[in-house]
């Protein structure tokens, strides 16, 4: 009878601590300062066992379901965050915005008989400009500096690619014939997803074939993406 009292009291006591279990959690976000470069980081206390948390959010196809803390290469949207006592089941919900407002460099061309001059609009400081007569693939020959946006000592009647790109990683070109009588002119992306599009092109006649040269091997299409 008295150890039958004994576990009863025991059992008491461990359901009393448990509905007094209470996970509370704090968060501190990191802004986006590239697409998808925020982070929030979750700070948690009153708990008794081991904990997960989860973050969900329409920007994400699946909920993110870690051991740690802190959740990285988040894009600007609103998120929801759960923490779970693993021991009690006890947990804690808040939510929260990572705010940013990055948009992709987009270049642009001033085409003269001896320089070249570009203007970018978007992107993140510290821009590198760079310029290439060979085509899409490249070579590109950094401008010296870096961030100077003009390039001198162009030969007249030929063919240039310049290219930005932003401290992101992301990429943008343009092309243009130095001096008169320019007849094409095109624009590609690189994206973070790693696919290279042509965007626009001005000039040519009939149907266009686009032709990518790089180091894996030759490519065309009528796409105009690779």
Known sequence: MKARLILVAALFIVAIASSYSQVSISVQVQAATCSSNGSIEVTASGNTGTLSYELSSPCLQVALVQQTNIFNNLQPCQYTVVVTDGSTGASATQSVTVGGNYQSPDISLVCGSC????????????LQYSISTVGLGGPFTNNTPADNPIFDNIQSSTNYWVKVTDACGNV???TCQSGEGALTDFKYEVGEDGILRVVSVTGGIGSLIYQLNSTAGSFSNTSGSF
């Open 172 to 174: 943008s070109v343009e």
């Open 115 to 126: 320089n070249i001059a570009a203007t970018t609009s978007g992107g993140l400081a510290p």
